[in-house]
Structure formats: structure tokens, C-alpha cells
T-cell receptor
Framework: NAGVTQTPKFQVLKTGQSMTLQCAQD?????MSWYRQDPGMGLRLIHY???????DQGEVPNGYNVSRSTTEDFPLRLLSAAPSQTSVYFC????????????FGPGTRLLVL | SQQGEEDPQALSIQEGENATMNCSYK?????LQWYRQNSGRGLVHLIL?????REKHSGRLRVTLDTSKKSSSLLITASRAADTASYFC???????????FGSGTRLQVQP
């Protein structure tokens, strides 16, 4: 299994541009989440999904959209990038309710100028 | 806001010494987990302790949980240079479905 994969690894955007961060998992996990990590801080939850077609907001959802059309994929969309969205983004998945261990992707480093 | 807060923020020790990190949290939890993050990498799950457990071991790791004090500690015994990383506690609140992370402890193990 490839586990959780993320693309791209690094991206530079200009303020106002939009883009989609891709996340995929091949473990048939029900739950998927997006986090951002800022320097010297822990991870903050952006959005999460408990199954295909079901998403919910986390701690810092503003400026981000998600959808979950398949079990495998959970893309994160930045609608109009802002410098405050400069961060490292991690996607994670876990099997199901009651299985608490999360598996993380390698991260996408985003710089918004 | 961060649910878990780790203490200390940074820790530097010599190889072979023990490293202890503490985590405090605010709400009722189902379980508490510890993760490790090597520089520039994603997080890796280390150990999970449930709210009805007080202590758990895994190899050189020992985790304790005190729900009355809303705190947990992670002990790494006989540390190695390869243990150099950031360590995060994370909780699953009762009634929630996602992890909430603390701000982490940066551990440096000097060879």
C-alpha cells in the first residue's frame, strides 16, 4: 500500500489565485482529514470527512473547501489564496469509528506571496 | 484553540538519558495519542491510551494518563540520536470525530 499520498509537495501561489491540494489513500479508510501546521505550532484541523459524500468543518475552515466524492480522494481547495494561508498542509486518514490511529501524508508546503 | 499543550516546548538531552514530555488538555476525552514528527515529514503514530487506562508501554515508550488532572506524560527511556524529533499529543474529545493536537515538544538527543 502507498498509504496516504499528497500532491504537490511544494507550491507557490500569488494572492488571489486558487488551487487544489490533492490527497489520496489506498487503505479503504472511512475518515479523512486536512490539517495545517504553522511554524512552532501543532496541527489545526481544517475540514474532515467521515465517509464519501460527508464532510464537516474543523477548527480553521475559512478560505477552504472540501468534497469527498470517493472513499479514496479528499481534495482541499483554496478559493482565493491569501498570505495567511502560507503553511504546511497535511492530509490524514483513519480506518473507521473506534479505530483511532491516524495515518499522515508527507505534507504539502504552500507559500502565498 | 489548541486542546493539548505540551511541556516543555523544547528538551535537549544526551544519548542514553530518559526524556519526559507532558501534555495537558481541557475537555473530556475518549483517548489520548502521541505522535512523532521528524523534521520536514508527516506525523507518525506512536501510542494510544484510552480514558480508562492509566499506563501503557510500547518498547522504550511509557505513557501515563491522569484524567482527573487532564494530563498525560510520555517517557522515552535510553534515548537515541534517532529519537530527535517533535512529539505531539492529540486527543479525541467525547462527541467529536477528529483529533486535536497540542503544540509539541521538540526533543534533541545529543550523540
Amino acid at each position: 500500500n502507498a498509504g496516504v499520498t499528497q500532491t504537490p509537495k511544494f507550491q507557490v501561489l500569488k494572492t488571489g489565485q486558487s488551487m487544489t491540494l490533492q490527497c489520496a489513500q489506498d487503505m479503504n479508510h472511512e475518515y479523512m482529514s486536512w490539517y495545517r501546521q504553522d511554524p512552532g505550532m501543532g496541527l489545526r484541523l481544517i475540514h474532515y470527512s467521515v465517509g464519501a459524500g460527508i464532510t464537516d468543518q474543523g477548527e480553521v475552515p475559512n478560505g477552504y473547501n472540501v468534497s469527498r466524492s470517493t472513499t479514496e480522494d479528499f481534495p482541499l481547495r483554496l478559493l482565493s489564496a491569501a498570505p495567511s494561508q502560507t503553511s504546511v498542509y497535511f492530509c490524514a486518514s483513519r480506518e473507521r469509528e473506534g479505530q483511532e490511529t491516524q495515518y499522515f501524508g508527507p505534507g504539502t508546503r504552500l507559500l502565498v506571496l | 484553540s489548541q486542546q493539548g499543550e505540551e511541556d516543555p516546548q523544547a528538551l535537549s538531552i544526551q544519548e542514553g538519558e530518559n526524556a519526559t514530555m507532558n501534555c495537558s488538555y481541557k475537555t473530556s476525552i475518549n483517548n489520548l495519542q502521541w505522535y512523532r514528527q521528524n523534521s520536514g515529514r508527516g506525523l507518525v503514530h506512536l501510542i494510544l491510551i484510552r480514558s480508562n487506562e492509566r499506563e501503557k508501554h510500547s518498547g522504550r515508550l511509557r505513557v501515563t494518563l491522569d484524567t482527573s488532572k487532564k494530563s498525560s506524560s510520555l517517557l522515552i527511556t535510553a534515548s537515541r540520536a534517532a529519537d530527535t524529533a517533535s512529539y505531539f499529543c492529540a486527543t479525541v474529545d467525547t462527541g467529536r470525530r477528529a483529533l486535536t493536537f497540542g503544540s509539541g515538544t521538540r526533543l534533541q538527543v545529543q550523540p
